[in-house]
């Protein structure tokens, strides 16, 4: 299916094939592209790129597609790594995580840091974190492949 070209995000580079590898979502996927491409947002003069997940309905394109500015969704890799990495030795606390120190990490970006925490927020996040945990657990073939490939992308391009 491809990608339209019409609408006010501008494909550049594509993956029109993305049903096809959606994770367990594979072959029964909404998500049937990604692109990088001129941002829906830019203004006259400024020109933002963005990455761009295209859902269809079966009948028309989604409002629930989702287009990110990159450093957001490197933001979001960043993100998965380190919650990857925490969930290792996670199994050391009673509940996946140490209630007296919840931050994971603070990942230095821009001058500033990124932290990255358990949200001691949610009400149920002892619940939740558990489920969050198995199911990382569960997909953890899926996102070691996609790791180990950006891994080896990022290796040749010299990162």
Not at 128 to 153: K, M, P, V
Request: hydrophobic share 35%; glycine share 6%; charged share 30%.
């Amino acid at each position: 299916m491809k990608i339209p070209t019409t609408l006010k995000h501008k494909p550049v580079i594509v993956s029109e094939n993305y049903a096809n590898i959606d994770g367990r979502y594979t072959n029964n996927s909404d998500a049937k592209g990604l692109s990088l491409g001129l941002a829906q947002w830019n203004d006259r003069g400024k020109v933002d790129i963005s990455a761009k997940v295209w859902r269809y309905t079966g009948e028309k394109w989604s409002r629930q597609s989702e287009e990110l500015p990159l450093h957001r969704v490197l933001d979001l890799a960043i993100l998965v790594c380190r919650a990857k990495q925490h969930f290792l030795d996670a199994y050391r606390y009673e509940n996946f995580y140490d209630p007296e120190n919840p931050e994971i990490d603070r990942v230095g970006l821009q001058g500033d840091a990124m932290t990255v925490a358990v949200c001691t927020d949610n009400e149920k996040i002892n619940e939740d974190i558990r489920l969050f945990n198995q199911a990382l657990s569960d997909d953890d073939e899926l996102i070691g492949e996609r790791l180990r490939t950006l891994s080896a992308i990022l290796k040749e391009m010299g990162y």
